[in-house]
Structures are given as C-alpha cells and as structure tokens.
C-alpha cells in the first residue's frame, strides 16, 4: 500500500511539473479579454483554469451556444494550490 500511495505521489509530481512547465511557455494573455482567451486555448489544445466565475463561465456557454470550439474549462476555488488545482484537471 505505501509502494502505491508513493508512486502515485511521484505521478502526480510529474503531471504537475509538465503542466506547470507548458503553461509558463511565453505566453501574455494579461489584459485579454475572456473570449480571445477563450479562443487561444481552444486553438492551442490548451486546459483553462480560472477563479472567475462572473464573466469567464457565461462567455464560455455564449461560445457553446454559437458552436465555437471550447477547450476544457475549470472553475478552481482561490483556496485551491494551483499545482493541485492542475492535476486534477490533467486527470479528467
């Protein structure tokens, strides 16, 4: 049981260290608005994590309802690690 809880540590490192390694690749989306943002991670195969509730979850339905492609959208709690709030979102 130990052997597999530290293996599955060790896996979850790993899908946090990639992650974190393509999302700081050299991109600036500050001060984009939600759609443009919306649109780029769909056109780059690209996960979205986002605390905001008010705006970027209404575009996005706005984007479903007019058939535009959508990337894989979460919303993560602002108490969440965002390592944590990766991995999750890499296992679904």
């Known amino acids: 049981m130990h052997t597999y809880l530290a293996e599955r540590q060790q896996q979850a490192y790993l899908i946090r260290q990639e992650a974190e390694q393509r999302f700081n690749q050299d991109v600036d989306l500050s001060g ?18 986002t605390h905001d509730v008010a705006t970027m979850i209404t575009f996005a ?13 979460f919303e ?15 296992h679904h």
């Open 32 to 49: 984009v608005d939600d759609p443009t943002v919306l649109a780029w991670a769909a056109e780059e195969g690209r996960i979205v994590l």
């Open 61 to 73: 339905y706005q984007g479903i309802q007019a058939g535009l492609s959508m990337p894989r959208l």
């Open 76 to 90: 993560v709690n602002c108490r969440v690690p965002v390592g944590l709030a990766i991995a999750a979102a890499l």
